[in-house]
């Protein structure tokens, strides 16, 4: 593993026939599959570059400002295959390969869905993750997006078939692409593995000029707990000491971290949540409710997701002595009728359960420091807690803990004993390496530049500009946005 191409790189001296998979017409995407065909190509390995995208996917954004129209950009699809060809890349037509299924199976239910798999593959969890992504919402109603899931399911089938027709005829031992909860990406890389390929996912680093690449997923902890340990290694080799890991827990416990400051402002100094002086309190801090990756489990123990170890807190909880106060973080200022927070509907019946609405102004840090106990799924205020030296305990499998610690409570049993103890107090050096590792992760781009959509260039020339209709269409969006 080299420092400059930062995390699982290919070894240079074994040559590979390398397939890297751009899964989106979007100018990330096309940043993330160009520098990564670029330096695999520089290091001597065979590279073929195919976008899977079919050019019309706008259901397949994640992000608004993702969307290419040929009114907004100047054939950014063209211009790509171009630039790439000349650096010696070849780029695959997918037109040549036949686009199209004959039978899109349907789905009742969600899940089914889930459950579907085709050709033993886990099909169904990959798209239904991937639409997760999409709509923000794990428990989707499949009826009221019936379109949405049917383009899907033939999105999926198509790329399937492509894939692993081409993973065939060009013998590949490696396939590359990026965030894998996008669908197509998600596709590319199970086809992979079910032929026994490599793979390699290409995301951001610790800011927008670095990139850094995992084996398995962008969503494994295992991935991330080898970088980080690696990145430890590395600090603890040199004459580096921890100035650096302990600025940041410290920033940690002061509420201060810089991955924090876009949602620090949603909450009040002032607005207090008044505890019961009667009973303790544990306050449960939900993440996001949505899917990360069809491709990985993060089952941790018992516990199939955050509402499970949720009721399983509930059940070992003495009711009389025990509230418990439900927490979304971080605060959101959008309507407190958002569709996914209905998953939470039987847990509000318990007696002693209180929800703090998603756009209250109240400080999680301030529940931090009151609460008798804290619990996260897969949180990082499950780290700040610890910074902060408050007593937590951590039921799912985030990327920073350490399974070892005892504030892993994995499963009932465990969560049983932890609770019938005096709560023990962290110490927080024990995320120096988390922290040494987050402060600055990744290789910078070599060949790609470009800092938002609109914006990309190969070499110093641009890959493609954004017309003067677009911008200006596209300013008026925001000032109405804005306005309204």
């Known amino acids: 593993m080299e420092l400059e191409q930062w995390g699982d790189w290919p070894n240079r001296e074994s040559k590979r026939r390398v397939l890297v998979v751009n899964p989106l017409s979007n100018w990330w995407c096309y940043k993330f599959s160009m520098e990564l065909a670029l330096r695999l190509k520089a290091d001597d390995h065979e590279v073929l570059y195919i976008n899977l995208d079919n050019g019309n996917s706008q259901d397949l954004q994640v992000n608004e400002d993702d969307t290419f129209s040929r009114w907004q950009f100047k054939h950014p699809r063209d211009s790509v295959s171009e630039k790439l060809k000349i650096a010696g890349i070849e780029v695959v037509s997918t037109t040549t390969l036949g686009a199209s299924v004959a039978d899109v199976p ?9 459950r579907w798999k085709h050709e033993e593959r886990d099909s169904g969890k990959i798209v239904s993750a991937a639409i997760s992504g999409v709509l923000k919402q794990r428990n989707f109603d499949v009826s009221m997006n019936y379109s949405l899931v049917e383009s899907y399911v033939e999105q999926y089938l198509i790329a399937a078939r492509l894939v692993e027709s081409m993973l065939v005829k060009h013998h590949i031992d490696l396939v590359a692409t990026t965030n894998d909860r996008l669908l197509l990406a998600a596709t590319a890389l199970s086809e992979a593995r079910n032929c026994r390929v490599e793979t390699l996912i290409g995301y951001w680093g610790s800011d927008e000029n670095r990139f850094v690449c995992y084996a398995n997923s962008l969503y494994s902890p295992d991935d991330w707990r080898r970088h980080i340990s690696w990145k430890w290694q590395q600090r603890k080799s ?3 000491d921890d100035q650096a890991a302990e600025g940041k827990i410290s920033e940690a416990a002061e509420g201060k971290l810089k991955s924090t400051q876009h949602f620090r402002h949603s909450m009040s100094e002032s607005q207090e949540f008044s505890f019961s002086s009667r009973k303790k309190t544990l306050v449960f801090f939900p993440t996001t409710p949505w899917e990360y990756s069809g491709l990985v489990s993060r089952r941790c123990g018992d516990f199939t997701d955050q509402l499970e170890a949720l009721e399983a807190i509930l059940d070992a909880l003495d009711p009389t002595e025990w509230d418990v106060v439900i927490r979304h973080h971080p605060p959101s200022k959008r309507s407190l009728a958002r569709p996914e927070l209905d998953v939470w509907e039987h847990i509000r019946v318990h007696s002693n359960v209180s929800e703090i609405p998603p756009d209250s102004t109240i400080n999680s840090y301030r529940l931090l420091d009151a609460a008798d106990m804290n619990a996260v799924w897969v949180s990082t205020i499950g780290a700040e807690a610890i910074a902060r030296r408050r007593p937590v305990m951590v039921l799912g499998e985030p990327y920073w803990l350490d399974p070892s610690w005892e504030f892993a409570v994995p499963t009932r049993q465990r969560l049983t004993e932890y609770l019938a103890q005096p709560s023990p107090i962290p110490n927080p050096s024990i995320l120096k390496p988390y922290f040494h590792f987050f402060e600055e992760y990744g290789a910078p781009f070599k060949n790609v ?21 677009g911008t200006a269409l596209r300013t008026a969006t925001h000032v109405l946005k804005r306005v309204l």
């Open 106 to 114: 349907t789905f009742h239910n969600l899940n089914a869905l889930q």
């Open 238 to 240: 040199t004459t580096c």
């Open 449 to 469: 530049g470009g800092t938002g959509a609109g914006q990309l260039s190969m070499d110093g020339d641009a890959v493609f500009d954004r017309t003067f209709l």
